[in-house]
């Protein structure tokens, strides 16, 4: 399993961002996967930005709420985040992350290798 994330960027406070992963896998694990976006700024440890799990449903973190919005694309591997609104304090590296539940004793985790968001004041 590969994530390929791209659509970082330097962008204004109060500008837009979407983010893109891509996933290259085989057979249908992407679309019996939760994906998700998470990120990660400089001293801070890495946190959940949001969340779509294969039935659709969706899971924001409290500061992203309302300004973020996660979607998934099956037919194309594909995870989507548009950021509107963004603040500096959204400054960070943003990775996306594939979770596989095979069972509760049984989960794999793979992550993209990071794009990175800088929101200017």
């Known amino acids: 399993v590969q994530l390929q994330a791209s659509g970082g960027g330097l962008v204004q406070a109060g500008g837009s961002l979407r983010l893109s992963c891509v996933v290259s896998a085989s057979g249908s694990i992407f679309s019996i996967s939760a994906m998700g976006w998470y990120r990660q700024a400089p001293g801070k440890q890495r946190e959940l930005v949001a969340r779509i799990n294969f039935g659709g449903s969706l899971n924001y973190a409290d500061s992203v709420k309302g300004r973020f919005t996660i979607s998934r694309d099956n037919a194309k591997n594909t995870v989507y985040l548009q950021m509107n609104s963004l603040k500096p304090e959204d400054t960070a590296v943003y990775f996306c992350?594939?979770?596989?539940?095979?069972?509760?004793?049984?989960?794999?985790?793979?992550w993209g290798q990071g794009t990175l968001v800088t929101v200017s004041s």
């Open positions: 992350n594939l979770r596989r539940i095979r069972s509760l004793a049984n989960i794999n985790d793979y």
